[in-house]
């Protein structure tokens, strides 16, 4: 590789426009145009162009470039990689700028785009800025997703999915730390590289106040992005199985389904070349990549007839898969040649099974075609995103976003959030979408909330217990199902839940989470969460100019997030003349305190040690014995330090 000599920059740039280049043509000058035309202060950014071997004129018309505008543009030249990812990663190692911008070489950026993102970008400090694109001149809708701005998004609270293509802002720091690259070798490398930035930003908005990028449409039918397109079948395989592979490291496809199926229609895209081309070979390893992450919750987000698709490739039905996809008869018709082939559709009939039908011609599909396809008499919930979940003084609050398969037309009447004591507390919730997947089989999804008061989940036996809740959806045919809260939820949503214990009557509640990660509150009593687990261990040490006073022990309940452990000094007069807030474990769900107090500046006297602890509504006076570590005495500028642990509490005299 080479890079074309330019001079010193004056100063740092905060953006990077990275541009993969290979064969460009009169495309690429349009877009360097507009680049060029841009009316940020170009000493605030920079242009990386990654030249992939071209042979068109493309790498003399990048040398002129750098040459004539050698404050901002830099050339880098490398032999042809067959595809952008090599390129984009060359120049996000290379690219100095805090952020970076993904740029093909046959787009265009309108003039005050960049100026405007790093505006937002300064504003709202994202990792990712996912700003409005024009995708019309590729038919591209992008399902919503820039119907409204939102920051703080994630892929479960937003439509953020529904674009996987890199032309985004990023932050420089979110590729280099996590070490996340485009898989060289293979095309949909965008994919991959976009859903692993998503996964690992800490924040993701969507900006919609103007067009920031527009795909264009090539007069010669070509991409750069992806060369010959359709001809590189084993490429396209591949990078749909990577996109699979990558999904897989972060949840199942039972978790987020709507990141998998996302792989899925890149999949359907395929499948008519396959055939064009007769790669069986290629057919059946995409039988295979797909089978291994395919379920239900996948396939009743796919529409009806690219999941007939799928669960035909699946089931290895080829004839009738091709006769899906490129519209061929299933059947023949006494070889009549001048009449026009029907086509066939898909349809479930009886519920035995699907057919294809064309007039009175009926090929039944075998029964064992449909995988994993739900019984129609079990309406079953498939996915229940808890979305928040929050402790307060006097209740316990949850949301989500629930979805529902069940076999006919009708919204649940009624919701109830349920604990593990029996009781329960009415839900109240919206329905956001309901639509049919295949035969009367409908999806439904609803967003919910419910709050239940503390007093009623008091339990009955003064024993410590853990309490865990459920989701009960009654549906108009008499039936109810539940679902627990398990480990689907938001990101940062059990750091709210377990900010603080609260008390309620003789109990503490805690929050905690299960070793199988569902949502639950320790109850413990408090007769039991004032008594220590562990007597403290207090020590006395002499120091060069002072005399520290060691304590370490243990609460009867688990630590928490918004608890405060404080050591008091108590004189005789019963003033509080000293206070020291202790040190809480680390560790999720331990007891563990410690800490140290200075004494040196105690007046002569004997003093009362107190344990508190502060939770969010109450103080608790801690009580039991300091562990007994007889008598120990330092004389230091005519005082002596005793600690006498033999009393309840522990007692201090400075004489």
Not at 206 to 234: C, E, F, H, P, W
Request: glycine share 6%; charged share 20%.
């Amino acid at each position: 590789m080479s890079e074309t000599p330019h001079s010193a920059y004056r100063q740092t740039p905060e953006l990077s426009i990275i541009i993969p280049v290979y064969n460009g043509g009169s495309f690429f000058r349009d877009t360097i145009g507009s680049l060029l035309g841009q009316t940020l202060e170009r000493s605030r950014f920079e242009i990386i162009l990654v030249d992939d071997g071209s042979t068109d004129g493309s790498a003399e018309y990048c040398d002129k470039l750098a040459a004539s505008h050698p404050d901002f543009v830099r050339v880098f030249h490398q032999p042809n990689s067959g595809s952008p990812a090599g390129p984009r990663n060359k120049g996000a190692r290379l690219a100095r700028g805090e952020y970076v911008f993904f740029v093909d070489a046959d787009d265009l950026v309108p003039a005050e785009s960049f100026e405007h993102m790093l505006l937002h970008a300064h504003d709202k400090q994202f990792d990712i800025g996912v700003f409005k694109v024009d995708g019309s001149s590729w038919g591209l809708t992008y399902d919503g997703l820039f119907d409204q701005p939102q920051d703080n998004c994630t892929v479960f609270n937003s439509r953020i999915m529904n674009s996987l293509g890199p032309y985004k802002l990023f932050r420089r720091s979110l590729i280099l730390d996590n070490n996340l690259t485009f898989p060289e070798g293979i095309l949909y490398e965008d994919l991959p590289f976009v859903l692993e930035c998503y996964l690992n930003a800490r924040s993701i908005s969507i900006i919609t106040d103007k067009v920031y990028y527009t795909y264009s449409a090539r007069t010669d039918g070509g991409s750069i992005s992806q060369g010959v397109g359709a001809k590189r079948l084993d490429e396209q395989i591949e990078g749909i199985a990577h996109y699979f592979r990558v999904a897989s490291r972060y949840a199942t496809p039972q978790e987020c389904p709507h990141i998998f199926v996302r792989g899925y229609r890149y999949l359907d895209y395929a499948l008519p070349h396959l055939f064009d081309q007769k790669r069986t070979d290629l057919l059946e390893k995409a039988a295979r990549d797909a089978r291994s992450y395919y379920c239900d919750q996948v396939r009743s987000l796919m529409p009806f007839s690219q999941m007939t698709r799928i669960d035909t490739l699946i089931a290895g039905k080829t004839d009738l898969l091709r006769s899906i996809v490129k519209r061929q008869p299933l059947l023949s018709f006494n070889g009549q040649t001048d009449v026009a082939p029907p086509s066939y559709q898909l349809h479930t009939l009886n519920r035995k099974g699907l057919y294809a039908i064309e007039a009175e011609h009926v090929a039944p599909i075998p029964p064992d075609f449909g995988w994993g396809r739900p019984k129609l008499e079990n309406p079953q919930i498939v996915h229940n995103l808890i979305t928040h979940a929050s402790l307060e003084a006097d209740s316990v609050c949850f949301e989500g976003r629930l979805q529902l398969l069940r076999a006919c037309a009708g919204i649940p009447e009624s919701a109830q959030l349920r604990s593990s004591l029996g009781n329960s507390h009415p839900a109240s919730f919206t329905v956001e979408s309901a639509r049919i997947v295949y035969a009367d089989v409908w999806h439904i999804v609803l967003s919910w909330q419910a709050t239940m008061p503390l007093s009623t989940l008091e339990p009955k036996d003064d024993k410590r217990q853990a309490i865990h809740f459920y989701l009960d959806v009654d549906l108009p045919s008499g039936q109810t199902v539940e679902s627990r809260f398990g480990k689907d939820r938001l990101d940062g949503v059990f750091s709210t839940f377990a900010k603080q214990a609260v008390t309620s009557g003789a109990w503490l509640f805690a929050p905690t989470e299960t070793s199988s990660k569902n949502l639950s509150l320790n109850a413990v009593p408090l007769a039991l969460a004032r008594s220590l687990a562990n007597p403290p261990s207090l020590r006395l040490e002499k120091k060069v100019f002072s005399t520290l006073l060691y304590i370490n022990g243990g609460l009867g309940f688990d630590n928490y997030p918004g608890t405060e452990i404080t050591l008091q000094f108590i004189d005789e007069s019963g003033s509080c003349i000293q206070k020291e807030t202790l040190k809480k474990s680390a560790r999720r769900g331990d007891r563990a305190f410690f800490g140290s107090a200075d004494v040196t500046s105690l007046r002569k006297g004997r003093y009362e040690l107190s344990l508190s602890v502060e939770i969010a509504n109450a103080t608790l006076d801690l009580e039991g014995h300091a562990s007994n570590t007889g008598r120990e005495e330092i004389k230091r500028f005519a005082r002596t330090y005793s600690l006498d642990t033999a009393f309840k509490p522990a007692m201090l005299t400075i004489s």
